[in-house]
Each structure stands twice: as structure tokens, then as C-alpha cells.
């Protein structure tokens, strides 16, 4: 039996942790002569490629020198925090991939911070050291910093950095001798990297991500700690309520490649896919019937927000969607449930309302965006954020965020997000970028994005990660400008935009066929605003004297999905469907929402 590598890789989005395994998989020539392949192979879902970010973790197995690397991608989005403690338990040490111009960002402090609390043994990946401007020795010594920051031991202080370029893929121990493979990276994973211990004894898996096949229902995944597991065995579940339940496995898989193969026998220290275990749960583990040893239970990060998700009642349903009625809706979410764990669905005292809770505004609109390419039809309200009595004062979560502007418009940003109650914690110059680092409420984050890209002309990045539940902060000022409402229904005219132009900016464009009641534009005041914008222009036999004057209408504003979830108020629904997003008021008549307000 070979040795056996556990490696989860930390990353923060689009510092490349996805082209380096595929650069491995390639050098441990997993792809057969012949065989398919293509890059970015861990980005298997089209949303995860589209937005270049890791939305679900994944494991990938490859053999090197007798040797099994099973190798954890971990996501690096914070909102994806759920799946990243679970699956860092997996791991025997990490890889910690940076930017060698950007250097650690915050997603990835969140997750490192998790890894070095397990006791697990860094390797740092210093990537990107092609790039112009890039400084790998300075970012050498801010992870350094990090890591002392984040308490971590002297034998994790002293860790191994191996520097490279996953793109043109290769990896050295010295920048400016840059080799022709990744190889030097495969040989101090199995130098540095503690094998996986091999215990004889009880069976112990422990039960930390799942997959669900339409054929065999929920399979559960989990690293072996200790014995053997054999396909047919009669195996204990151990549930969080202590009962042990029996049952039967009836398929054993190990990792290869990228691939799941079935096997007779597991042996302890390396990873498995167990099909035939029923109602089973994150944190169960998996032991002898007999003499049950459970290991401690792990627990999920606890959602921070929550949405109204609803059937679209809008005059427009069913146009566009094949699944529309509350039966798919609530059958959709009950299965994205089964393995998604940091989500959580409520039903309300209606049939067709459901209310989600998710870690924030991206693990919510990733789900929302795989709905609609599903067929669905839905209709989604504000988010609202998750209040808690703790010790009997109100608390509100709290969210360590990073901004990185030019510096002529680092006055704005921090005047943006200072209304906000947020309090300026770092500013620092990164050459002519100013790096600031701020503790915000989650409830200040909603709707800023929008007004940080339009006031800094589209340059400032942000990140977000939660921190914690504070105190309550204190009221926050909402949006401060009303919206522009649809009186008919029917296609929109240039004419009446044309003549509308000073009231606001407006979300259509001409000929764009809306609905009374639909949000079609942003007041330039702050209360809401009915207008007729189907109305086209009288035409007579009379000639006028002097012509028309040309039409200048301003281009339509898109929003991105995000960005209108952020965008609508209390008063207001997203509809979501296949080809569309629109904004429209929950009373879509005028009369009914005026009675409703008083």
C-alpha cells in the first residue's frame, strides 16, 4: 500500500489555485495519450468558469513517485465558509497559493486562519512571479507577518516557500531560475507534508461533504482516521443525538484523477466515497455497530442573511421558464439543501413563500443564477440580514473588509463607507493604490458596491469576509433616491423616454416591452415616481414649423444580478427568470400600494 498525501490548496479568487492542478494533473499525466482535456478542469460548473472563482470544493487524486497526493481544493470565497472547514479536515497540511504582486488577500487570512487552528503544515506557493511589477520577496514577508499575526506555531512559521508560475507552468525554490515543470513543487509536498498515519483499530470516517447522484441518491465523503472499510460491511452511523444507527455499505470509491474508483477496501488515512448510507448528516461519523468510537462533531458556520424567495405572479409568468408552480420551487431548494450546508430553507404561512438563509449576497445569487438556468421561474424580495440576543443585547454580523483604490479617490471610498457605520481600521499605500481595511455591519455592504464603482469610476476592489456578531451599530442610511414606476403596460417609446430623461435614469431601453408596476428607472429625487413611458408622439397632417430636435438617449443601466438584488427596497421584488431580471413593486397597482403605506 502506497503512502498518502493529504494537500489542501488555500487561494484567494484568481490567484490561480486552478491552473497549478490542472498543471499537476498534467505532470503526474493522469490524461492518458488520446484522452479528453481542457483547462480550468476543477471549474467544472459554468458559473464557477464564468466568475474565475472555486464555488464547490473538490477533490482531485494523482500518484507521483509511488506516492498518492490526494489534493483538496477548498473555495475562496468567505460566503463559501461552510465548505471550507469541513474539508480542511481532510488535510494533513496546505498549500497557501498567493499573488506574487498582490500578495495574502483577505478570503485568503480566513481560510489560512482555519488551516493553522487544525495544527496543519504550510507550504507557500508563491505564484505569478512572471508578471510585471510582481514582488515575491516582499509578499515572502507578509505572509510571514500573516501567519504570526494568525498565532501560528514555530514549526508552522518555519515553512517551506516554493515560487513559480502555474500559467506557464513551472515551479522553483528561487524565482530567477525559473525550471521547465512543476516537479519541485510534487517533491516537497511529499518532503514536507506529514503522511497520512496509518491506525489499526475501529473504524473511523467521519462524514464532512456529500454529493447527491440522481442513481444512488446522497453519497457521503470523509477521510478513514482509523481501520479498514470493506464494500458489503455492516458499519455504525453515530448521529448527533448519540443514537447509532446500523447499516450496510454497499459501494466503496476512492479518488483518481479526477475520476471516483470502486474498490474493495479503504484503508485509514486516505479518502472515500461511501454509497448505501440513508439519512446520514455532516459531522456523523461512520464506525463499528458494535463498539461505536464517534469522533467530535463538526460544527457549519451559521447563515448571516436571509431572502424571500416566491413564485413569479408577475403579468409576465410562465413566458419564459418551464418550471414556474411553488411545487418545483419548494422541490428545487428541499434538493439544493441535500448538499448545500450552509443554506437553510423555512417555509412560511404561505404555500408558495419560502425563506432562504445563506452566508451573504454571493452564496445566495450563485444559488439564484443556477435556478434560472435551470428553467426556473422565482421571484426573490430584499436581503435582509440576521439579527442575535447575545447576553441580552441586539447583535448584528460584522464584516472585515478590504478596499483598494487610486489614491486621488480614497477620500470617497471612505466617506461611502463611514456613512455606513464602518470604522477605518488600516490605510497604507500600495505603490499608487491606497490599501485600506475597514470592520463594517453586513447590513453596510448591501447596495455599496454600486455606489463605490460609480465613485471611483469603476477602479476599487472590494473584499468581504464575515468576522463576527457585535452590537447593533445604529441606523443606516438606505437608498436615497426613489424609483421610477411603469403606469402601462406595453412597449416603451424613444419619444417618452426622450422626455423623461431629466426624471431619473432608466433600466430599458426603447421597445423593451414592460408591465405596470415594474421598476423602470431610478428617481433623481427620493420618493417614487408613476410615469407613462409607452406613450408615443400625436402625429397629425399638420406640418409645425422649426423640427424636431434629435433624439440623445442615454444608454440603459444593466445590472448584474448582484447588483439588483442590492439594488430593490423593502417594497420590492427581483424577478428572476431564464432570459430576464426585472425589478417591479409587490403592489404593482398605484392605488393598492398607497393604501398599503398608510
Not at 514577508?141 to 507552468?169: C, H, P, R, W
Request: net charge negative; charged share 30%.
Amino acid at each position: 500500500m502506497s503512502e498518502i498525501r493529504n494537500v489542501a490548496i488555500i487561494a484567494h479568487v484568481d490567484h490561480g489555485k486552478t491552473t497549478l492542478v490542472d498543471k499537476i494533473i498534467y505532470a503526474c499525466q493522469e490524461f492518458r495519450e488520446g484522452t479528453e482535456s481542457d483547462e480550468l478542469i476543477l471549474d467544472n460548473n459554468d458559473l464557477e468558469r464564468e466568475r474565475g472563482i472555486t464555488i464547490l470544493s473538490k477533490n482531485v487524486s494523482v500518484t507521483y513517485n509511488g506516492v498518492k497526493i490526494n489534493i483538496i481544493d477548498t473555495p475562496g470565497h468567505s460566503d463559501f465558509g461552510g465548505e471550507v472547514e469541513r474539508v480542511l479536515k481532510m488535510a494533513d497540511g496546505v498549500l497557501l497559493l498567493v499573488d506574487a504582486f498582490e500578495g495574502p488577500m483577505p478570503q485568503t487570512r480566513f481560510v489560512l486562519g482555519k488551516a493553522l487552528d487544525l495544527g496543519l503544515k504550510p507550504i507557500v506557493v508563491v505564484n505569478k512571479v512572471d508578471k510585471e511589477n510582481c514582488r515575491p520577496d516582499e509578499v515572502h514577508e507578509q505572509v510571514f507577518d500573516l501567519m504570526f499575526n494568525l498565532d501560528a506555531t514555530e514549526d508552522q512559521l518555519d515553512f517551506q516557500t516554493i515560487y513559480g508560475s502555474s500559467k506557464n507552468g513551472w515551479m522553483s525554490t528561487d524565482w530567477k531560475e525559473p525550471t521547465d515543470n512543476v516537479l519541485p513543487l510534487l517533491d516537497e509536498i511529499i518532503k514536507t507534508i506529514p503522511a497520512a498515519p496509518v491506525k489499526e483499530g475501529v473504524p473511523k470516517l467521519q462524514i464532512v461533504s456529500l454529493d447527491y447522484s440522481s442513481f444512488v441518491g446522497r453519497i457521503a465523503i470523509g477521510r478513514l482516521y482509523q481501520g479498514t472499510l470493506k464494500e458489503g460491511m455492516q458499519i455504525g452511523l453515530c448521529k448527533k443525538d448519540g443514537s447509532v444507527k446500523k447499516m450496510r455499505i454497499k459501494e466503496l470509491h476512492t479518488f483518481e484523477g479526477l475520476a471516483r474508483k470502486r474498490v474493495e477496501e479503504v484503508h485509514s488515512g486516505d479518502l472515500c466515497a461511501i454509497i448505501g448510507l440513508e439519512g446520514f448528516e455532516i459531522g456523523d461519523t461512520v464506525t463499528d455497530p458494535e463498539n461505536p468510537e464517534p469522533l467530535p462533531r463538526i460544527s457549519i458556520d451559521e447563515p448571516t442573511m436571509s431572502m424571500l424567495f416566491t413564485i413569479n405572479n408577475s403579468p409576465f409568468f410562465g413566458k419564459e421558464g418551464k418550471f414556474v408552480t411553488s411545487r418545483h420551487l419548494r422541490d428545487r431548494l428541499m434538493k439544493e439543501t441535500e448538499k448545500n450546508l450552509a443554506l437553510r430553507v423555512e417555509s412560511t404561512d404561505s404555500e408558495d413563500k419560502f425563506l432562504v438563509y445563506g452566508r451573504g449576497i454571493l452564496h445566495l445569487s450563485v444559488l439564484i443564477e443556477t435556478m434560472r438556468r435551470e428553467g426556473y421561474e422565482l421571484q426573490v424580495g430584499q436581503p435582509q440580514v440576521l439579527f442575535k440576543e447575545i447576553d441580552g443585547v441586539r447583535c448584528e454580523p460584522i464584516e472585515h473588509m478590504v478596499i483598494d483604490v487610486p489614491d486621488d479617490v480614497s477620500g470617497k471610498a471612505i466617506e461611502l463607507v463611514t456613512q455606513r457605520k464602518g470604522e477605518l481600521l488600516v490605510m497604507e499605500p500600495k505603490g499608487d493604490v491606497q490599501h485600506l481595511e475597514f470592520e463594517i455591519p453586513a447590513r453596510g455592504i448591501i447596495g455599496l458596491r454600486n455606489n463605490m464603482m460609480t465613485a471611483t469610476a469603476g477602479e476599487a476592489v472590494m473584499n468581504h469576509r464575515y468576522k463576527e456578531y457585535a452590537p447593533y451599530k445604529g441606523h443606516i442610511p438606505e437608498r436615497n433616491k426613489g424609483s421610477l414606476i411603469s403606469m402601462e403596460e406595453g412597449p416603451s417609446t424613444a419619444f417618452a423616454i426622450n422626455r423623461l430623461q431629466d426624471r431619473g435614469v432608466f433600466f430599458v431601453d426603447p421597445g423593451d416591452v414592460i408591465y405596470k408596476g415594474q421598476v423602470i428607472g431610478q428617481h433623481s429625487r427620493d420618493n417614487d415616481l408613476d410615469v407613462n413611458i409607452n406613450k408615443g408622439k400625436q402625429l397629425t397632417n399638420m406640418r409645425k414649423s422649426g423640427t424636431d430636435d434629435a433624439m440623445r438617449i442615454a444608454p440603459k443601466i444593466n445590472f448584474s444580478l448582484e447588483e439588483a438584488m442590492e439594488f430593490i427596497q423593502k417594497d420590492e421584488y427581483l424577478e428572476v427568470t431564464p432570459k430576464s431580471i426585472r425589478m417591479r413593486k409587490i403592489y404593482l397597482d398605484e392605488n393598492e400600494r398607497k393604501r398599503m403605506s398608510k
